[in-house]
């Protein structure tokens, strides 16, 4: 009943750009504190940015994170990306609002392939 979708990846030039969209189901994601992570290829899942509930938007590097409530979604906006920033990315619940999830084992999805490559 509960699910977060992740979306917005492909293929991109080094110095390029993407939008990435986390959309939720099933609950309300403003409620929440929601991180955006990332595995790379032979690594561990890392943390990469995150925003708070009562933030509509927060700077990271060179990548914004902003709520669209009407929509139920939360965008990362990369912007300058490296060979270094492939990966599948994720988002999910963050703070101690999150353990509501823990009945569901966490809302983790299969991510959003991100490939920046000449």
């Known amino acids: 009943q509960v699910q977060l979708v992740e979306s917005g990846g492909g293929l991109v030039q080094p110095g390029g750009s993407l939008r990435l969209s986390c959309a939720a189901s099933?609950?309300?994601?403003?409620?929440?504190?929601i991180g955006w992570f990332r595995q790379a290829p032979g690594k561990e899942r890392e943390g990469v940015a995150c925003?708070?509930?009562n933030d509509g938007s927060t700077y990271y590097a060179d990548s914004i994170i902003s709520r669209d409530n009407a929509k139920n979604t939360v965008d990362l906006q990369m912007n300058s990306l490296k060979t270094e920033d492939t990966a599948v990315y994720y988002c999910?619940?963050?703070?101690?609002?999150?353990?509501?999830?823990?009945?569901?084992?966490?809302?983790w999805g299969q991510g959003t392939l991100v490939t920046v490559s000449a």
């Open positions: 999910h619940p963050e703070g101690v609002r999150a353990a509501d999830f823990l009945p569901y084992g966490g809302l």
């Open positions: 099933g609950f309300t994601l403003d409620y929440y504190a």
């Open positions: 925003i708070s509930s």
